[in-house]
């Protein structure tokens, strides 16, 4: 049974940081193409960002290009997502997502569908 554990999430003041992680068992990490979602009250879950298997490409939505880094540890199964000059309309529960289907490296899988596992979720409030 494949488990993701979001940590990392809490309150801070616009333009201020966070580091988010997601710990992956039951599988290996390797296989799993993974990516970070959120979803905010109200609103459908939407696309943050995604890396490839091996960590070699990475996507990030428009939304957050330039302020949120992707990146996975395969020796430690975790993935990380670090998050700078944060706004209010970045308040949402980020969820942690992995796909394992063997496509492409190159593949953009932006959509929740693409994605087999899921963790509970972390919130993330930024305050103006």
């Known amino acids: 049974q494949v488990q993701l554990v979001e940590s990392g999430g809490g309150k801070v003041q616009a333009r201020g940081s966070l580091r988010l992680s997601c710990k992956v068992s039951?599988?290996?990490?390797?296989?799993?193409?993974m990516a970070w979602f959120r979803q905010a009250p109200m609103q459908e879950r939407e696309f943050v960002a995604l890396?490839?298997?091996?960590?070699?490409?990475?996507y990030h939505d428009v939304s957050v290009k330039g302020r949120f880094t992707i990146s996975r540890n395969n020796a430690e199964s975790t993935l990380v997502l670090q998050m700078n000059s944060l706004k209010p309309e970045d308040t949402a529960v980020y969820y942690c997502?992995?796909?394992?289907?063997?496509?492409?490296?190159?593949?953009?899988?932006?959509?929740?569908?693409?994605?087999?596992?899921w963790g509970q979720g972390t919130q993330v409030t930024v305050s103006s």
């Open positions: 997502a992995a796909g394992s289907r063997l496509d492409d490296e190159g593949t953009v899988a932006v959509r929740a569908a693409n994605y087999d596992y």
């Open positions: 039951g599988r290996s990490f390797s296989s799993l193409r």
């Open positions: 890396i490839s298997r091996s960590g070699s490409m990475t």
